[in-house]
């Protein structure tokens, strides 16, 4: 009695056991059989022929390993883990200063402007940064990369802003004599003219004797003022811009530029799209794309990489049909592009898309994109 009972319970845990498994590996015993076997777990012998092909047409050996799958076992159903509830914050969280870049999860209602503005970059630039924005709209729960300008918080708890260049105003002085200034290599009179807040018609006025080009090392006339020689701190210099002498458009590129403008005229007034490169909406970089295909020529993607596709002129030497450039995020790197439609002395009108009123044609007189400019490129060979 006492040995049924214990051979009732070995046998209960043993198939417990085997019925917790999702595959049964069966060892085959003396006298047992696929029909057999098949009873003995409520299967049908067709079904262990299909786990088992390599079982069909040979004689079932003594220990032979058949394998069949538990219809009773039942995956443990795991819990969806509790989602944390997301933090409401008004400034994106502190990261280590040495980390390039911060991840923003999307909540409602947040929008391309909303963040750029949050994080004082550009919404095209949000978009070069997160390429997926350029085939899909904004959602809800998207995690997107930024720039990381976050102030740290040190073990004091005491807010310390990241380390920054700060950029010496040029001094004035006000006295009865004039101000000097001893040009420097590749320096320009509009260059000049642009750093002492001064006209290139007002520098040729003080300077008659100045009729073409600038000698290196002549002492300019700016202004009436101080009689000591002024020199631009180098600090204060910008990254000069490489340029080469390029000759005057030929008559058939000249053609080819009335051609891009017309082209692009034609979507005066289309709104701004994100990674738009068709007329349901541009990004800069994409009217010039879709210009220059009309006679196609394959320009690069983005802004940042059509600034190094054909050759940097100098400013002068725009005519119709270049590419300008400018920085209009406040770092200094290139993220805007348009297309020169008129050079008027040493003003250049461009047409681009601008976030704000779609396809335009604006001027580098205007105070907005004179501060901002950058380079002017030769792309018609």
């Known amino acids: 009695m006492h040995f049924f009972k214990f051979f009732s319970v070995v046998l209960l845990l043993s198939c417990g056991s085997v019925f917790g498994q999702k595959i049964i590996k069966h060892k085959v015993k003396s006298g047992e059989s696929i029909y057999s076997i098949a ?3 409520d299967v049908t012998e067709k079904e262990i022929y299909e786990w088992n092909p390599k079982l069909k047409g040979k004689v079932l050996g003594l220990k032979t390993i058949v394998e069949i799958q538990n ?3 039942k995956e443990e159903e795991k819990k969806p883990k509790e989602k944390k509830k997301e933090e409401v914050v008004i400034v994106p969280a ?3 200063s040495n980390e390039p870049y911060i991840i923003h999860t999307v909540s409602a209602k947040e929008t391309l402007y909303s963040l750029s503005k949050q ?6 630039e949000i978009c070069e940064l997160n390429p997926e924005l350029k085939t899909g709209n904004l959602k809800k729960g998207a995690k997107l990369k930024f720039p990381n300008t976050i102030k740290i918080v040190d073990t004091n708890d005491q807010i310390k802003a990241p380390k920054s260049v700060v950029i010496p105003e040029p001094i004035e002085t006000v006295s009865t004599t004039n101000v000097i200034h001893k040009v420097q290599p590749k320096e320009t009179l509009y260059r000049i003219s642009k750093k002492y807040g001064v006209s290139v018609s007002e520098l040729q006025r003080l300077n008659p004797t100045v009729t073409s080009g600038l000698p290196v090392g002549f002492d300019l006339v700016v202004k009436k003022g101080s009689s000591q020689v002024v020199e631009t701190p180098k600090a204060i210099e910008e990254t000069p811009v490489k340029t080469v002498e390029v000759a ?4 058939e590129n000249m053609s080819k530029a009335d051609f891009l403008i017309a082209k692009a005229s034609q979507h005066l007034g289309t709104r701004y799209r994100s990674g738009g490169t068709s007329p349901g909406g541009f990004d800069c970089s994409g009217l010039m794309i879709a210009t220059f295909q009309e006679i196609e020529m394959k320009l690069p993607r983005t802004s940042r990489e059509q600034s190094n596709y054909g050759v940097s002129i100098d400013r002068s030497q725009a005519q119709k049909g270049d590419l300008i450039f400018f920085t209009t995020n406040g770092r200094g ?9 008129e050079v008027i002395g040493d003003e250049i009108k461009f047409i681009h ?4 009123a779609g396809v335009i044609i604006s001027s580098t007189k205007e105070d907005y994109y004179a501060k901002r400019f950058v380079k002017v490129n030769r792309v018609l060979e």
């Open 333 to 341: 790197n290139i993220n805007h592009v348009g297309m020169v439609t």
């Open 39 to 41: 009873r003995q777990y």
């Open 119 to 124: 994080y004082g970059i550009s919404m095209e």
């Open 94 to 96: 502190l990261t280590s």
């Open 71 to 73: 219809k009773k076992f």
């Open 353 to 356: 898309s601008s976030i704000q």
């Open 248 to 251: 005057p458009l030929s008559m």
